[in-house]
């Protein structure tokens, strides 16, 4: 959040971020699949009804339920081949106040039904160093959230499988909301322009 935190929202924060790399942990250790990705989603609705640090604001976790989702789609789980760049730093732009400055690393390069995608990487230089993907596709601004979604953040243990041999795993059934979808009291980085995708992905976290 914009503001800055005290020590014991610190520590909560800490706990959070450590609960969300467990659960992370449980997804790559878990079988590929929709079992899987429905544990993912329990857990993740007890951090969000239950937490501190959740992005459901306070006055609203009482009735909380769950996080709605697009239908599990074997098919959005692909294998992206990374082709390495460099660049200068860039500034990913804020919901609110703010931006987060990043690199681009790579492109990751991937097909589903016999369309290729691309969808650049990028590595934060806060959190001491972290891979970030964010990307907005057709859904954006009517199924889910205009600003774009989240599929890996390294920093939160936000990662699925890889990357081995140049090749990371991209699970878009995965895909989940920046905290600021839920409670605009949040400042998160947005999808820049260049992860923009012209294709709906109905998998992942959508709106209600």
Known sequence: ???????????????????????????????????????????????????????IPPE???TFEHLPYFDYDSTWRVTASLEPTGGDPLA???????????HLFAFA??????????????WLDEYSGDLFLPFRDATAGAESYGGGRYLLD?????DLDGPTNGQLVLDFN??????????????C???????????????GERLP
Request: net charge negative.
């Open 189 to 203: 980085p947005l999808a820049p322009r260049e992860n923009w995708l012209d294709v709906p992905i109905r998998a």
């Open 109 to 122: 390069h991937f097909t589903r039904h016999a369309t290729e995608h691309t969808l650049p990487l990028y």
């Open 60 to 62: 609203q976790r009482a």
């Open 1 to 55: 959040m914009t503001e800055p935190l005290s020590l014991h929202d610190t520590l909560d924060l800490l706990d959070y971020r450590r609960k969300v790399a467990d659960l992370y942990t449980s997804v790559r250790a878990g079988p590929p699949g929709e079992l899987t990705w429905r544990n993912w989603r329990e857990q993740r609705d007890t951090l969000f009804a239950t937490h501190p640090q959740s992005a």
């Open 92 to 102: 990913i732009s804020h919901s609110a106040d703010g931006a987060t400055t990043a």
């Open 154 to 158: 390294t920093a939160k243990g936000a």
């Open 174 to 187: 995965y895909a989940y909301h920046p905290s600021c979808a839920h409670d605009p009291d949040w400042s």
